[in-house]
């Protein structure tokens, strides 16, 4: 079995810290089991692991979080780079076409998908291996894992099973229900109805057949050339709602959603994270800080205090899913972004009238790590060094820098940096276009990079 992880979204329900660069899944706020703390990726990557399922494991999501996925997980998932957003049936049908013309996978072959960043115990991981079997037993085209539910619930899909014996492997299913009122959602669990948590297996030539048949590329060059093209919709949409023949399997252990600060904090181990204090008439209250200010809260409790470059969010906890409707129409760039060589924060942004731009980063790149081999057409850089030590390649020149060194980068001129410590720099873009998109890249690999000095 092949399982394809996706990964996408904003989580602008979990704004500060979640934003279009670094969705909820990448927030390392859950509690590792031996120390520290870990992202929801991390956890996921971490437990299929320990199922033994991590090394038939694809992430399927987008560029913006590539290289987010490769810090995280240490280049350790195999990641099929979608090229632009669209929606679950693009991202299924890329991984399928990837899987059979890439990685040469049997058309027999079980293909499960499931989010990335479900908050489960370990034995969901072994229901999810079940899915083969009852797939194969049964004969269907498709086979889902349904959460018996708690509570009726008007946050989740449904999907209905037909009347049979619960202790069957798995049912018919009968019909699907997206996040009814409450008083359906109490008629629904009365007549058995599941959770739908979003995972669920097929067959690769199903989705392969499914592709010839709308006339859709099976070759992995070609599904890439034509992947603006493909319908943006889910594929609920596009493929299971034409389906005959659905079974669902029932997994009746812990599944949660931690897409708010509520339920989120509700998973937190610790009541603080980053700079300040909670007093202790102060219950049931969250603080998350990646500010270097201390922020204190007094006598307030149900609240959770967020704070990053991007914003400050103060919220009562059952109220903080309404961020979303506040987030929508904003349009600001990311102000904190974690990369596969460390991270940095905006410390400063100015446009001028005439058009130019000033942009000052705060970088910190992890020892043993390199930016890329690159260069800009739109902006000159100024690099400070602030703490650490390190190597930079400038136009084909290598020298060591150290605490103190300042070095200017004009537009159009080739440069990396390597960590050889944990290093720290203030960098100062100026130009007339200050994006991320604004690189050029020549090469990754720093021996590579050596081996174009002077």
């Not at 989010?115 to 004969?139: I, M």
């Not at 493929?239 to 949660?256: A, D, F, N, P």
């Not at 602030?386 to 440069?415: F, M, N, Q, T, Y």
């Amino acid at each position: 079995m092949k399982m394809v992880l996706l990964s996408g979204g904003s989580g602008k329900r979990l704004w500060p810290l979640s934003n279009d660069m670094r969705s909820k899944q990448f927030l390392p706020l859950l509690q590792h089991p031996s120390e520290g703390t870990e992202s929801m990726v991390q956890r996921v990557w971490r437990q299929l692991d320990a199922a033994g399922l991590a090394a038939s494991s694809y992430i399927a999501t987008g560029r913006a979080q590539v290289e987010l996925l490769r810090s995280q997980l240490e280049n350790e998932a195999t990641i099929i780079v979608e090229p632009e957003r669209r929606d679950t049936f693009p991202a299924i049908a890329l991984a399928a076409v990837y899987l059979y013309s890439v990685e040469g996978v049997s058309l027999d072959e079980v293909v499960t998908i499931m989010p990335v960043d479900p908050y489960v115990k370990d034995d969901f991981f072994e229901q999810a291996k079940r899915l083969e079997p009852v797939l194969r037993s049964t004969g269907a085209e498709l086979a889902l894992m349904g959460v018996v539910p708690d509570s009726p619930s008007e946050s989740f899909g449904y999907i209905v099973p037909v009347q049979e014996d619960t202790a069957a492997p798995a049912s018919r299913v009968e019909q699907f229900k997206e996040k009814p009122r409450k008083e359906e959602a109490e008629a629904l669990v009365e007549r058995g109805a599941l959770w739908n948590c979003g995972v669920f297996a097929f067959r690769l030539d199903t989705m392969i057949n499914w592709l010839i048949r709308l006339n859709l590329p099976i070759q992995y060059d070609e599904m890439v050339k034509q992947y603006g093209s493909l319908p943006k919709n889910s594929f609920d949409y596009e493929v299971v709602e034409k389906l005959s023949h659905i079974v669902v399997t029932r997994y009746s252990g812990q599944w949660c959603d931690l897409g708010t600060w509520n339920t989120l904090s509700s998973e937190m181990k610790h009541a603080v994270h980053g700079k300040g204090m909670i007093t202790a008439d102060s219950r049931n209250t969250h603080l998350i800080n990646e500010l270097e200010i201390p922020i204190t809260v007094i006598g307030l409790s149900n609240i959770v205090v967020a704070a990053s470059p991007d914003g400050i969010l103060v919220s009562d906890k059952s109220h903080s899913p309404r961020i979303k409707e506040l987030t929508d129409d904003w349009n600001h760039r990311p102000m904190y972004e974690e990369r596969r060589w460390g991270q940095y924060k905006v410390i400063d942004y100015t446009r001028y009238p005439e058009g130019r731009e000033m942009l000052t980063k705060r970088i910190a790149i992890t020892a043993g790590r390199n930016v890329s081999y690159q260069y800009h057409l739109h902006r000159s850089e100024v690099w400070t060094f602030i703490a650490g030590e390190g190597e930079i390649v400038l136009d084909g020149r290598h020298r060591r820098i150290a605490v103190g060194d300042v070095v200017v980068v004009p537009a159009g001129s080739k440069h990396s940096i390597r960590a050889i410590t944990d290093l720290e720099l203030i960098e100062v873009q100026n130009g007339s276009e200050l994006v991320e998109e604004d690189v050029v890249r020549l090469s990754m690999d720093w021996s590579e990079i050596m081996s174009y000095t002077l």
